[in-house]
């Protein structure tokens, strides 16, 4: 690890429904390992990365290992913004209310429990995205 | 300036390391420092020697090996990756009990924490991958 005291704006660009293929886990591996840098850390859902987030996931009958708890579990490692963008949603027939309810907790306002997920619209993500020093893209 | 590059994709299927490999040659050509080269996803086989393209075909894996030994490049294949799709060095084989290894010449195998180092060390890090 790097003794410079630097502080970067990650991004992690999730585009991909979970399951289908392995991009989705495997983020989240880079998500949760990535914490313990201390960077400024931020998700972010486009495109069939909306499903990721779908309240209800049930994985048994496929087989694989369901790993959508992993994302409430997020606030616990100081990763608390989650931006999902409106437009994704729209086009797949989705609403917020459609998405689990992500929250962490603020030691600001007596851990107070707060919303994680930020709904943003097109032109909103392509300013968070310009304004990142790296993003991880999944 | 100093890349990071990261690779999601295996070779072949895809292209991903392909326009990786040109990327990085004609960076270190232009005189560019490139800081990691890191496979994750299915990009980890890019770093298996065990693959044996058609003579008249690149061989990727041999293409990174020799640019990374003219270069000293520092290539990084995720271990958690590695392990889901079978790419061992000797030392992995070993303690998971395996009958042997194929990691390439060039390539070791580390953690995740590499490429968040790379991204924190690099101007730039681009990803490659579909």
């Known amino acids: 690890m790097s003794d410079e005291q630097t502080k970067k704006k990650f991004l992690y660009l999730n585009r991909k429904a979970p399951y289908g293929t392995i991009y989705a886990l495997e983020s989240l591996e880079v998500v949760l390992i990535g914490a313990a840098f201390e960077q400024d850390v931020s998700l972010a859902f486009i495109d069939d990365g909306v499903f990721q987030l779908m309240e209800n996931q049930d994985a048994a009958a496929t087989g694989m290992k369901g790993f959508s708890k992993t994302y409430r579990a997020l606030g616990d490692f100081e990763v608390r913004k989650l931006y999902v963008e409106k437009e994704s949603l729209d086009l797949r027939g989705l609403t917020v209310d459609d998405l689990m309810p992500i929250v962490y907790e603020d030691e600001d306002e007596d851990y107070a429990e707060k919303p994680s997920i930020i709904l943003v619209g097109k032109t909103e993500m392509a300013k968070l995205i310009a304004d990142q020093d790296v993003v991880l893209s999944f | ?130």
Not at chain 2, 16 to 31: I, M, N, R, V
Request: aromatic share 10%; glycine share 10%; hydrophobic share 40%.
């Open chain 2, 1 to 130: 300036m100093r890349f990071a590059i990261q690779i999601n994709e295996g070779p072949y299927t895809h292209q991903a390391s392909d326009t990786a490999y040109q990327f990085t040659k004609a960076a270190l050509a232009k005189g560019h420092e490139i800081f990691r080269v890191f496979f994750y996803h299915d990009g980890v086989n890019n770093g298996t020697r065990f693959t044996v393209p058609p003579q008249d075909d690149r061989n990727l894996q041999k293409l990174w090996t020799e640019l990374a030994e003219a270069h000293k490049l520092d290539l990084v294949v995720c271990i958690a990756a590695a392990q889901r799709r079978g790419i061992l060095d000797a030392n992995e084989a070993k303690r998971q009990g395996k009958d042997g290894d194929n990691i390439a010449p060039g390539f070791r195998i580390s953690g995740l924490g590499q490429l968040i180092e790379a991204g924190i060390q690099a101007d730039r890090l681009v990803v490659f991958g579909d």
